[in-house]
């Protein structure tokens, strides 16, 4: 069971595609999606072996140094053979099952959208449902975030969206929207938490101004048909023309979508405990926040450049 756990954001910053396989429908390879509202999320497996692989990375890639936080935290981790130990022991052994890891990861769930905007370049959108979810599991992760649920219709004070009369125009579509206190209070804690302290200026400002909270159904609307399908080719060298089977379409979670998971810690489930023998389920939790990278490559498509993510654990306060 697990004892303890941190919400942590995955901010992308190149288009994702989480793949869910090949589909009858409109898009041949869509991205993964809640079974029962539709909304993308990315699967927690997914999500821990790209998180594992960065950890790994640590140990096999030439001159790749452990971050000087976790080494500080762990200094028996200069020794041969124990970063490799500790990797196992918090996320499972990589052949057989000897034992369980104790590390695990809820899927992450979509909290911002960017949608086209009219002014503004684009905003984010989100809507009463996913901030509720949102808040609920802050709460399931022990933490009391000052935050309340905006009201369908509502953008933070001073919005740089409107363009008449309390209006915003996203893609083809126009909304009438009123200022709302909890949503300026939701808009400005985001702006603090997602972003580090500096070199982000433009976005924390942006954050604070550009965010709409829809109604559930329009934002569904939204993430269901305002994501980026793609269309891919391979040219046969013989031909010069695409290749049989190989005209396809890809959708994508658009970069500036904000998602977040939970990190979650269970006691060591092996007699030796290793560098977590002290405290274990929270030098678990240590361990991954001191060793994560800021960037990682999440989903398909590496090599064109798709799926990097940022990645900012959640602080208290």
């Avoid at 994702?16 to 429908?25: F, I, K, R, T, V």
């Avoid at 979509?110 to 509720?132: D, E, H, Y």
């Avoid at 909304?175 to 709302?180: R, V």
Wanted: include cysteine; glycine fraction near 10%.
């Amino acid at each position: 069971m697990f004892k303890q756990a941190r919400p942590f954001f995955l901010m992308v910053e190149t288009p994702l595609h989480a793949g869910c396989g090949s589909d009858l429908g409109v898009v041949d390879l869509p991205i993964q999606r809640e079974k029962h509202t539709g909304i993308p999320k990315v699967e927690a497996s997914g999500l821990k072996g790209c998180i594992r692989e960065a950890f790994e990375d640590y140990d096999v890639v030439p001159g790749n140094r452990l971050p000087e936080p976790l080494v500080q935290e762990f200094p028996g981790l200069r020794e041969k053979g124990k970063l490799r130990e500790a990797i196992n022991l918090a996320f499972g052994p990589e052949d057989g099952d000897l034992h369980a890891g104790a590390l695990g990861f809820t899927d992450a769930r979509l909290l911002l959208f960017p949608v086209r905007s009219m002014r503004g370049v684009f905003g984010w959108v989100t809507c009463p449902a996913i901030i509720s979810k949102f808040i609920r599991e802050l709460k399931m992760a022990g933490l009391e975030p000052p935050l309340q649920v905006p009201p369908a219709g509502a953008i933070p004070r001073g919005c740089g969206l409107l363009v008449n009369n309390g209006h915003v125009i996203l893609e083809e579509y126009t909304f009438a929207l009123q200022e709302d206190a909890a949503c300026t209070n939701l808009a400005a804690w985001l702006a603090r938490k997602l972003f580090p302290a500096s070199g982000y200026e433009y976005w924390r400002e942006k954050m604070q101004k550009d965010l709409v909270v829809l109604a559930d159904d329009d934002c569904r609307d939204f993430v269901n048909l305002a994501t980026e399908v793609i269309t891919r080719t391979r040219i046969d060298a013989q031909t010069g023309t695409v290749a049989r089977g190989a005209l396809f379409t890809e959708e994508y979670l658009p970069q500036e979508s904000v998602l977040y998971a939970l990190a979650l810690a269970a006691p060591v489930f092996h007699s030796s405990k290793g560098i977590f023998a002290a405290g274990e389920e929270r030098a678990v939790l240590t361990f991954w926040q001191k060793g994560l990278p800021e960037f990682l490559q999440l989903g398909g498509n590496a090599t064109i450049g798709k799926g990097i993510v940022r990645l900012k654990v959640l602080e208290e306060g």
